[in-house]
């Protein structure tokens, strides 16, 4: 439905129409320009967010053309009542009115003429395609930025015109809102005509693609990340980018969603985005010999049908849920996992992986968790509250069924929270959801609300108390530097270093590596900020690309979670965490399913467990798990030596080796068959 404030603006603008007709039948120019205002004003709220509701209205035909010409006949019906049915200016609307709609079909011709002679086969970044193929400026942005909404709201002019005629009996500012509608509109569809023709469109398909072939010769990649998803999914090929970066080999990034593309983080690794599975199928990618995969979709058999590349499921984490052990994997040559943890789950859910195929790499992503440097200082007795434990509470999403054990937020989210914001003495509490929290079950949506009130509600309370008051000089200063740091980015990844359009960013796209870098910097220094900038007892709701979970996990000094990655990665802090039993399995049987809780504190949906988790925070001679998890860690996650990177790595230059065997054997079988 939208938010709030769309809901509302689509049934004042719904409302409007029936007071438009009330006013017209009257005859009332005050109330028809009135209510004319608010369904002009609630419209362009409504496209200006991009609401879904817009395309709802038009799925009950209500679209945007009907909502216009049903004001513009309603006008003439005003024009009729007002006894100027046989005057001037009720010809000239009419004729206005239909010359409008006139110019809408050559306006919306050409602007969807212009998107898909602009839509490149393969979208680009960090590949040099401009000194190989001619790509033209995009259009300006104005022209083809809600075009559709642009062009009808033109009609504007002709309306305030003819109203003001009814008003005062001058025929003058109807004919003048007329002549302005009727210009403008000829003059939007002229200025968009050069843009279809000439040297103003880029290359045929058969152009880039030859381009982008010619630069894949001259780069030679040699290990492939390959990836394919919804837009909630990025995540899930950001998190190997700075592995990519790290490669010994020469690496490229391919996706199949332009989306995808979109979302991206940036990057140093080349990208090429091919949404069309022939397309891809006829790049030129002989010189690969590893292609990574980060997620199991269908897509996956177009660049699977390969033989001269070795295939490598990687994933995106490592935990227990089923997804961990898909009977897809068994396509792969190899699954790369974390740790023996990896390799001992699949032996369990024997889904047709061999042993041999499955290779340690632990997990070069975690390198920027920090570990644990011993108990945090507690608050004592009444006293100013200098630093409270930081308890995150980090769910997984509902998934894509309704197994009870998904998410503890249905049934113990609202438990663990209201826990914790009351614990004695007092902890403080992040609350970070997994970004597709509510995108199927309203219900899991519904939870996710009434811990966000949960926990912003304590915040207040606990902003009003003067033991949490903190310091507020060092605040405000992290504050300014908050500032001063998001205007630099805001000047470096902002609108002004947006390009016009996929075409314009392909050739354009190729990273600055002086801004990458200090990109990277600005935002280190950001979350040191962002942390400074509140009381460090201050509760906090957490959402967004920013901060990052690990950086959570590094101001944390706990964890509560479920059954996911997050879980695994955490242990990887060394500090305690509780996972929550909600599928209420009980805890030896929750332990014998999953491993990445045996050194956990198990929590019921009551979660009356969480004072052993709260125990072990404030006292680390308290915590009784200290040993299991740097067990459990080095099970799960591999040794610290060599580093994953090295790992990663090594693995990647044996498998190549093995790429290069069987190519060499094909060739010498083609010979010999060739000489017989």
């Known amino acids: ?30 109330a028809f320009a009135a209510a004319a205002a608010v369904t002009y004003l609630a419209d362009h709220y409504l496209h ?9 209205l038009g799925k009950v035909r209500a679209g945007a053309s009907i909502r216009f010409l049903v004001r513009e006949l309603l006008v003439l019906l005003l024009l009729a009542r007002a006894d100027l049915s046989r005057s001037l200016i009720f010809y ?24 898909n002679r602009r839509r490149m086969p393969v979208a680009t ?42 008003e005062t009996g001058s025929t003058v500012y109807g004919m003048t809102g007329v002549g302005i509608t009727l210009g403008l509109a000829f003059l939007y569809v002229i200025a968009l005509a050069p843009y279809v023709r000439g040297r103003r469109i880029p290359p045929d398909a058969e152009t880039v693609l030859a381009a ?15 990836f394919s998803g919804s837009k909630d999914s990025a995540y899930q090929v950001n998190m190997w980018l700075e592995t990519m970066e790290q490669l010994e080999t020469r690496p490229l990034i391919v996706l199949r969603e332009r989306v995808i593309l979109h979302s991206l983080a940036p990057t140093t690794v080349p990208v090429i985005c091919v949404p069309g599975g022939i397309h891809l199928m006829n790049l030129d990618l002989r010189t690969v010999r590893v292609a990574l995969y980060a997620a199991n979709v269908g897509k996956n058999i177009h660049l699977l049908r390969v033989p001269t590349m070795k295939h490598v499921f990687i994933g995106h984490g490592d935990s227990d849920k089923i ?35 499955i290779v340690e790499v632990g997990r070069p992503q975690l390198a920027p968790i920090r570990r644990a440097e011993g108990g945090p200082e507690g608050p004592r007795g009444g006293a100013a509250v200098e630093h409270c434990p930081t308890v995150l509470y980090a769910p997984t999403w509902e998934g894509w069924d309704d197994d009870p054990g998904n998410t503890s937020l249905l049934l113990a989210g609202e438990n663990i929270v209201r826990a914790l914001v009351s614990a004695e003495p007092p902890v403080r509490v992040l609350y970070k959801p997994h970004p597709f929290t509510g995108t199927r079950s309203e219900e899991a949506g519904a939870a996710h609300a009434r811990i966000t009130a949960l926990v912003e509600s304590a915040a207040a309370e606990r902003a009003a108390d003067p033991r949490f008051q903190g310091d507020g000089d060092e605040r405000a200063r992290a504050g300014a530097d908050l500032a001063r740091v998001e205007a630099r980015l805001a000047e470096l990844t902002g609108p002004g270093g947006e390009k016009g359009d996929e075409a314009e960013a392909t050739r354009d796209g190729v990273v600055d590596l002086e801004r990458h870098e200090e990109i990277a910097r600005l935002r280190t220094e950001w979350n040191d900020a962002y942390w400074r900038s509140f009381g460090a007892a201050e509760h906090r709701v957490v959402t967004g690309a920013e901060p990052r979970l690990y950086d959570c996990f590094n101001v944390s000094d706990a964890m509560v979670s ?22 209420e399995l009980g805890a030896e049987e929750f332990k014998r399913q999953n491993t990445a809780v045996r050194a956990a504190v198990i929590l019921s949906n009551g979660a009356e467990e969480l004072g052993q988790l709260l125990d072990a925070v404030r006292d680390p001679a308290a915590d009784p798990l200290a040993g299991e998890r740097a067990e459990l860690k080095r099970y799960l996650l591999g040794p610290d030596e060599p580093p994953s990177i090295e790992q990663f ?28």
């Open 649 to 676: 790595n090594t693995a990647t230059a044996d498998l190549a080796v093995k790429a290069e065997a069987r190519n060499a054997g094909q060739k010498r079988q083609a010979a010999a068959a060739t000489r017989t």
């Open 212 to 226: 982008t072939d010619a630069w894949l010769r001259e780069y030679r990649p040699q290990t492939l990340l390959y």
């Open 125 to 166: 970044r960090n590949v040099d395609l401009a000194s190989r193929i001619p790509i033209p400026d995009a259009p300006p942005r104005f022209l083809l930025d809600r075009s559709t909404e642009k062009m009808l709201h033109l009609d504007l002019a002709a309306i305030t015109g003819i109203l003001i005629t009814v």
């Open 323 to 357: 997804a961990s052990v898909n009977p897809f994997s068994k396509a792969y040559d190899e699954v790369w996992v974390a740790g023996r943890a990896g390799r001992d789950r699949y032996a369990i859910a024997d889904v047709g992986v061999r042993d041999e195929d």
């Open 1 to 30: 439905m939208g938010s709030p404030a769309e809901l509302a603006a689509a049934v004042l603008m719904m409302l409007g129409f029936p007071c438009l007709m009330l006013a017209a039948l009257l005859p009332s120019v005050p």
């Open 562 to 583: 479920d059954i996911s990655s997050v879980v695994s990665d955490f242990i990887e802090s060394g500090k305690p965490y509780a996972v929550t039993d909600s599928a």
């Open 92 to 115: 000239a609307a009419i004729a206005c009115f239909i010359a409008f709609y006139g110019f809408q079909a050559p306006h919306g011709a050409l602007t969807t003429l212009i998107r």
């Open 48 to 56: 200006r967010r991009g609401s879904y509701l817009i395309n709802r």
